[in-house]
């Protein structure tokens, strides 16, 4: 019985832990280790979190990244491409790695081992890049891409692993605390990353500085993996419908997205919200080609987004607790759909002060809803595959809206800031009357062959 396709090597067996047997437990059982490992486990994935987003606030795809990009080159459509691999390179290889994930019981090894060489090494690469852009600027684009292209897919590859990992380390009524607190505590150290990358910004000369802010995040990430491999988790073994499916996982999506309506139409939601925030990576390039600002106040700006996305993340956190994430994720979108009203009206830049600090806090909202909404739509044994599927299709929405968002920048970048803001609304009016809170399911969709 062959569990997937990286079961057929021997070092990826021994490193997945595929032939380690897994005990046969209840559900009281597993859910007692969930319990007795939950300070453990919240000490450790607080810490790697934190660190995580303290790193990942000096490589910003909003605003630091198109800032890079731009001393490299002019074209709209590099920033589109920057765009999109910021938005959607971590969402879209989901559906394609959730099957065989959903296959493995042990999920931990393939977050920690198999995500160190997919997502952490190839930041290391950034800062080269850097150094290399004043001598050979072409190449340094190359590599940046490439490096960051590396970055966002080899995260998404081990994405649902990641998801349902924490997910079985974390009980619903707890899990948007934690997600929210630990991002909350790690966008207020981005906040203090984003003033100190400013401050090497304005303080050494390009490309020392970028280099220099590049490596910073290197480093930072690289130590978030350390607390990060500790997780203790609950290990369940895999029912044997799930081991047993002789079918392909694409019959299953098809079978998910046509019969579970509630389902579906958030999908669809989703996709038209994400249309709405094609505007999100052309915000930097707009106010300093428009106004010119200078390298500092870019620092500013990203300060304000962390601001704004360490209170999203600890609101929605609260929120989603008590009322469940799609009430949360509304109130992002609303909060989304003005900031883009706000930038396409912005009479002066200092408007934008306040279109960053609310982008900040609906993608502050977005981050944690918008992943653990995922989570309950499902039974535990079918969860990959939910969170494989709605990841994808979001990723979608993210791959093509900055695309069309190009298209439109070469008119003019208010025409994207509008079409994102009427796009938002119509997202937020299928969000608020077509979707049930998946919590208050009466009963899951039964996938038995």
Not at 140 to 147: I, K, P, Q, S
Not at 211 to 221: D, E
Request: include cysteine; charge should be positive.
């Amino acid at each position: 019985m062959s569990i997937s396709i990286w079961g057929r090597h021997a070092l990826v067996r021994r490193v997945l832990k595929l032939d380690t047997p897994v005990a046969e437990r209840s559900e009281a059982e597993l859910m007692a280790e969930t319990y007795r490992n939950y300070r453990w486990n919240f000490a450790m994935n607080l810490t790697d979190g934190a660190l995580f987003w303290f790193g990942t606030s000096f490589i910003s795809a909003t605003t630091i990244l198109p800032l890079f990009l731009s001393k490299l080159t002019s074209s709209p459509f590099a920033i589109a491409l920057l765009a999109v691999l910021g938005q959607a390179s971590w969402y879209l290889p989901q559906l394609f790695t959730a099957g065989m994930i959903e296959r493995i019981p042990r999920k931990m090894p393939i977050v920690a081992h198999l995500g160190f060489f997919t997502e952490r090494l190839p930041l290391w690469i950034l800062p080269i890049a850097a150094l290399l852009s004043i001598r050979s600027p072409m190449l340094a684009l190359v590599l940046f891409l490439g490096a960051y292209a590396w970055h966002g897919l080899g995260a998404g590859i081990v994405a649902p692993a990641w998801t349902d990992m924490i997910a079985r380390c974390f009980p619903v009524e707890r899990r948007g605390w934690y997600f929210g607190f630990s991002n909350f505590v790690g966008t207020g150290l981005g906040a203090i990353g984003a003033i100190f990358s400013g401050w090497l910004l304005e303080r050494y000369p390009f490309p020392t500085n970028f280099a220099l802010t590049f490596a910073v995040c290197a480093v930072a990430v690289a130590l978030s993996w350390i607390f990060l491999s500790q997780t203790r988790e609950p290990v369940q073994r895999v029912p044997d419908e799930i081991l047993n499916r002789t079918g392909p996982s694409w019959r299953k999506t098809v079978r998910i997205v046509r019969e579970d309506g509630n389902f579906s139409r958030f999908l669809w939601a989703r996709l038209v919200a994400n249309f709405g925030r094609m505007g999100l990576g052309f915000l930097t390039v707009a106010v300093i080609q428009r106004w010119a600002v200078t390298d500092n106040v870019i620092g500013i700006f990203t300060a304000l987004m962390l601001v704004g996305q360490t209170l999203g993340n600890l609101l929605a956190g609260l929120v989603a607790d008590r009322y469940g994430h799609k009430v949360s994720l509304e109130m992002g979108q609303l909060i989304s759909t003005m900031a883009f009203g706000i930038a396409w009206l912005a009479p002066n830049p200092d408007w934008y002060y306040v279109v960053f600090l609310l982008t900040g806090l609906a993608q502050g909202i977005v981050t944690v809803s918008g992943v653990l909404i995922a989570m309950e739509f499902s039974t535990p044994m079918h969860r990959p595959t939910y969170i494989g599927i709605a990841n994808t299709a979001t990723g979608v929405g993210n791959t093509l809206a900055p695309l069309l968002g190009g298209l439109l920048a070469i008119l003019a970048y208010g025409w994207v800031f509008a079409a994102s803001t009427l796009l938002g609304l119509i997202g937020l009016v299928m969000m608020w009357k077509l979707v049930r809170e998946p919590r208050r399911q009466i009963e899951f969709l039964n996938l038995a062959d």
